[in-house]
């Protein structure tokens, strides 16, 4: 088993920034891709970001040019830095890993292991 312990939300204004961080502990040796996914109210939840044990990216369309994904492998974390936040982009906002590599940037059923979620807010 995996767990994973997302922290760095909170409530900004629109325009700034926050930095998330989630930290991968148990069996990591069966990661391979990971990524960051939001769910906003009513809303179903959305892959926003996704990275590959090798380091290719993927970003949702929605969010591309605002966001940075990265992982530190010798770390076991993920982080994901937001720049020019809306008040759209409110939602909670959760950690994910994958032991497979394969479809990694096509949505949730890729993903095996999930974090508890931190809640960003943009206020207006």
């Known amino acids: 088993q995996v767990q994973l312990l997302e922290s760095g939300g909170g409530l900004v204004q629109a325009g700034g920034s926050l930095r998330l961080s989630c930290a991968a502990s148990?069996?990591?040796?069966?990661?391979?891709?990971m990524g960051w996914f939001r769910q906003a109210p009513g809303k179903e939840r959305e892959l926003v970001a996704a990275?590959?044990?090798?380091?290719?990216?993927y970003y949702a369309e929605s969010m591309k040019g605002r966001l940075t994904i990265s992982r530190d492998n010798a770390r076991n974390t993920l982080n994901l830095q937001m720049n020019s936040l809306k008040p759209e982009d409110t939602a909670m906002y959760y950690c994910?890993?994958?032991?497979?590599?394969?479809?990694?940037?096509?949505?949730?059923?890729?993903?095996?292991?999930w974090g508890q979620g931190t809640q960003v807010t943009v206020s207006s």
């Open positions: 994910a890993a994958a032991k497979s590599g394969i479809g990694y940037a096509s949505g949730r059923s890729r993903y095996d292991y």
């Open positions: 990275i590959s044990q090798g380091g290719i990216t």
């Open positions: 148990g069996s990591i040796f069966s990661i391979n891709a």
